[in-house]
Nanobody, 116 residues
Framework: QVQLVESGGGLVQPGGSLRLSCVGSGSTFTIYHMGWHRQAPGKQRELVALITKNGNRNYADSVKGRFTISTDNAKNTVDLEMNSLKPEDTAVYYC??????????WGKGTLVTVSS
């Protein structure tokens, strides 16, 4: 079973930057795509960004131009560079991976708080 562990969350002022990282571990596995979702208090979980094995990227409209997703397929990592952060970006951010034979695997989440 694949396990995902996120890191990099924290408190940042509006306009600031954070970088989230996620690493997958476990027995040999094939990942089709990886990415990040987030869930703000009182709201449903939403997709933030994903990247496919071939390097295609999709972003939520609310983060386009501010967030950048990247991956290292050899290391099974996916990072999310977040710039120009806004208070509305405050949420728990979850890493996920779509894994052959296992479906979607989720990390436990990391909290990002944007506040002055």
């Amino acid at each position: 079973q694949v396990q995902l562990v996120e890191s990099g969350g924290g408190l940042v002022q509006p306009g600031g930057s954070l970088r989230l990282s996620c690493v997958g571990s476990g027995s040999t596995f094939t990942i089709y795509h990886m990415g990040w979702h987030r869930q703000a208090p009182g709201k449903q979980r939403e997709l933030v960004a994903l990247i496919t094995k071939n390097g295609n990227r999709n972003y939520a409209d609310s983060v386009k131009g501010r967030f950048t997703i990247s991956t290292d397929n050899a290391k099974n990592t996916v990072d999310l560079e977040m710039n120009s952060l806004k208070p509305e970006d405050t949420a728990v951010y979850y890493c996920y991976a779509n894994v052959l034979g296992q479906g979607d695997i989720w990390g436990k989440g990391t909290l990002v708080t944007v506040s002055s």
